[in-house]
């Protein structure tokens, strides 16, 4: 299995940016596809991005394509979270997952391993 841990969130204005960092440990851990959460206040949890970590291989969700980008770091097991041109309604907890496949990757279910999440707050 996989543990991960999420840091990097905090406050800033909208329009700027932000890097979240999720550090993963686990023996079969270059084997995992590695995804990004956020959840708001009174909402449900909801996809933001996902890539292989061997092939490389990404995909976003429409919210956020174009503005943020998710990357990975083998040798230090590492995934990354750049966020640009944040906007207000990006405010929420972001959690770091792990999983086995790209299949059903929207679906939280699907995802067997969870970080403890960072808030990210984007204010006006």
């Known amino acids: 299995q996989v543990q991960l841990v999420e840091s990097g969130g905090g406050l800033v204005q909208a329009g700027g940016s932000l890097r979240l960092s999720c550090a993963a440990s686990?023996?079969?851990?270059?084997?995992?596809?590695m995804g990004w959460f956020r959840q708001a206040p009174g909402k449900e949890r909801e996809f933001v991005a996902a890539?292989?970590?061997?092939?490389?291989?990404?995909i976003y969700a429409d919210s956020v394509k174009g503005r943020y980008t998710i990357s990975r770091d083998s040798d230090k097991n590492t995934v990354w979270l750049q966020m640009n041109s944040l906007k207000v309604e990006d405010t929420a907890v972001y959690y770091c997952?792990?999983?086995?496949?790209?299949?059903?990757?929207?679906?939280?279910?699907?995802?067997?391993?969870w970080g403890q999440g960072t808030q990210v707050t984007v204010s006006s």
């Open positions: 997952a792990a999983g086995s496949t790209f299949e059903f990757i929207s679906t939280p279910r699907q995802w067997p391993y």
């Open positions: 686990g023996r079969t851990f270059s084997r995992y596809v």
């Open positions: 890539i292989n970590w061997n092939g490389g291989s990404t």
